[in-house]
Every structure is written in structure tokens, then in C-alpha cells.
């Protein structure tokens, strides 16, 4: 079937979690804060929001498990092989996901927000093209 346009789709490593998100993509960006990379054990960690309401998901384990990381952030993760994949506020009618865990990544590029990039690692220094598709 071919793919509709503004509908993706990603999953975690061993395929237990796999979501659908249909919507436009909004706020592509990377984070380098401390929780994000303790979280996901990068440097820094690519994420984009969609309509809290146009994701589905759609593997065998449902839902992704979920960690409260602070008052109101909630993230989630498959509890078989830890991979990082959705974060989501209180109250916010969208969800973050991580652009790398979509099964076409270059799809969805990070714009020009980099937040907490002091705390990256010194030697990490990041491009983007955004001239990819
Ligand atoms: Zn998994
Ligand atoms: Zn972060």
C-alpha cells in the first residue's frame, strides 16, 4: 500500500512498539539536556511533535512503557529491548517522538533549535544539512 502523505511510521528496536503518525510534523529539533541522554545513551537525541491524537500504535506490545522524567514529562519506551522512543507533557495535545526510531528518518529534519547544547559533550559537534530529503 502506497504511504499517504503526512503518515509515518517507526518502532523500537526489537519491533515490539511500532507506531503510525498521521499530521504535520512540527518543532523538528535535537536536545542535548542531561535527561535526554541519559535516557536514550546519546549525546543528543533528534525529536519532532505530532497530534497527540494521530498516533497509533500498532505492535504486538501496544503501547510503550512509560517513565515519569519530571512533573509533567512522561517518556516511553519498550520494555523488551529499552528502546527510547516518545516523550509526552501533561495536559499537551502532542506527543514527541524521536526522529531516529522512524523507519525514514531523513525524512524529518531538525531545524534550528539545538536546546541545551552546552550540555552536549565538548567534542561533539553537530551538522545538519538540511538541504536532504
Ligand atoms: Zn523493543
Ligand atoms: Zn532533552
Known amino acids: ?13 526489537c519491533g515490539n512498539i511500532r507506531f ?13 539536556c542531561r535527561m535526554c541522554q541519559t535516557w536514550s545513551g546519546a549525546p543528543t537525541v533528534a525529536w519532532v511533535e505530532f497530534p497527540l491524537e494521530g498516533v497509533s500504535w500498532t505492535g504486538p506490545g501496544g503501547k510503550p512503557s512509560l517513565f515519569r522524567s519530571s512533573q509533567k514529562t512522561r517518556r516511553g519506551f519498550c520494555d523488551q529491548c529499552g ?24 525524512k524529518l ?7 541545551y547544547r552546552k550540555s552536549a559533550p565538548d567534542w561533539l559537534k553537530v551538522e545538519i544539512d538540511r538541504a536532504a530529503k
Do not use: W
Open 1 to 13: 500500500m502506497a504511504r499517504k502523505p503526512n503518515t509515518y511510521s517507526g518502532g523500537c528496536l
Open 20 to 32: 503510525n503518525v498521521t499530521g504535520k510534523p512540527t518543532f523538528p529539533h535535537l536536545c542535548s
Open 83 to 106: 528502546g527510547t522512543l516518545a516523550a509526552m507533557d501533561d495536559g499537551y495535545d502532542k506527543i514527541s517522538l524521536t526522529i531516529a526510531t522512524f523507519d525514514e528518518p531523513s
Open 109 to 115: 529534519v531538525p531545524g534550528k533549535q539545538h536546546s
